[in-house]
């Protein structure tokens, strides 16, 4: 989706609310430990969109341990079933792990506003969908096959199935 089809024809940009994650079966990716890091992390970061100034702070450090511990278990799982795109996956999640790092970093000294932190929130929540369906999909997929020998069987609870007239 494009910039572009969330503003009003002819008219100036307008700051859009932090559009929140909300976990659903949808979500799963067929391995449980990504999935339970995923469910996580839907967790900390509607948290962190939902802060106030006074738990803020609190927000970013679990966000940040939230993050160590995710894409720790993804990298332990790249190791032991020799996933062969390591390097963009973790890049990628290097990168992500050091924006929310600065700004706890300046967080902890009183230099970022509620704003910001907002802000991270929103960039983590249009971050995420793109990356579990691309990258991670990948990496469940992978560690399924090499360790089962086949894709993953996801059952999903109560999905919507549309349905022709
Ligand atoms: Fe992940
Ligand atoms: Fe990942």
């Given amino acids: 989706m494009s910039q572009q089809e969330d503003r009003p024809q002819d008219g ?8 929140t994650l909300e976990w659903s079966d949808a979500m799963l990716l067929g391995h449980a ?19 106030t100034q006074h738990t803020a702070l609190g927000c970013l450090q679990a966000v940040d ?10 990298q332990a799982w ?25 700004v706890n970093a300046l967080a902890a000294v009183g230099e970022v506003g509620l704003h910001d932190v907002k802000r991270l929130a ?10 579990a369906d691309y990258m991670d ?18 059952l999903r609870r109560d999905l919507q199935v549309a349905v022709a007239a």
């Fill in 122 to 131: 929103q960039a983590l929540a249009d971050w995420f969908p793109g990356h």
């Fill in 12 to 19: 100036p940009p307008t700051a859009r609310r932090a559009e």
């Fill in 65 to 74: 341990a939230h993050l160590l511990s995710h894409f720790a278990i993804e």
């Fill in 33 to 51: 430990p990504i999935d339970a890091a995923h469910e996580e992390f839907v967790e900390v970061v509607t948290a962190l969109a939902d802060c």
């Fill in 78 to 102: 790249m190791e032991k079933s020799g996933f062969p795109a390591a390097d963009c996956h973790l890049d990628e999640h290097q990168r992500v792990l050091d924006a929310v790092q600065k």
């Fill in 137 to 154: 999909s990948a990496l469940s997929a992978w560690i399924n096959k090499k360790m089962h020998g086949g894709a993953p069987v996801v």
